[in-house]
């Protein structure tokens, strides 16, 4: 695939994956408004600042289309090969995003009292946020790699 295509459909594809997150944060947002807004301040505003990035991600995202995105660089080293110190570091966010996740999804349902139900609200937004931003570094180190060319390649 050409590298222009291949760069836009990323940018297409990271743009819808980050509209989840900002989805369930305008989501929840709404419940906190309308359930209590002198109890949940903090909520709000903490979601609102979470919606704030989210939208000036996809903006950069989307800004240049057929440009090569920043994360390139941190991505791979100078000999475009994957920079594995990058890559454990965002694996390793992406296991407790997903295992966070998890737990404040779990939680929810198991805890009774209104407070702690929205608090694992605003955890689990925050995470998942986490959790798909990793998977967007994971997915663009995988389609951006370059591939070593071998013998057999040609006998194909």
């Given amino acids: 695939m050409e590298e222009a295509k291949k760069i ?24 906190y408004i309308t359930t209590d807004l002198n109890s949940y301040g903090l909520h709000v505003f903490t979601t609102g600042v979470l919606i704030f990035f989210l939208v000036l991600q ?11 995105m920043v994360i390139c660089d941190i991505a791979f080293n100078e000999n475009k090969s994957v920079n594995k110190t990058a890559l454990i570091f965002v694996s390793v966010g992406a296991g407790l995003g ?22 694992m609200l605003l955890l689990l937004s925050i995470f998942f946020f986490m959790f798909i931003n990793t998977g967007v570094f994971l997915l663009f180190t995988l389609v951006f790699r370059q591939r070593e060319f071998k013998l057999e390649d040609l006998l194909k």
């Fill in 8 to 31: 836009k459909l990323f940018r297409i594809l990271a743009t819808l994956l980050l509209l989840l997150p900002l989805g369930l944060c305008i989501f929840f947002l709404v419940h």
């Fill in 58 to 68: 996809i903006i950069l995202i989307l800004k240049n289309m057929k440009k090569q």
């Fill in 98 to 119: 997903l295992i966070l996740t998890a737990v404040c999804t779990a939680l929810y349902f198991v805890l009774g009292e209104a407070q702690q139900k929205t608090t």
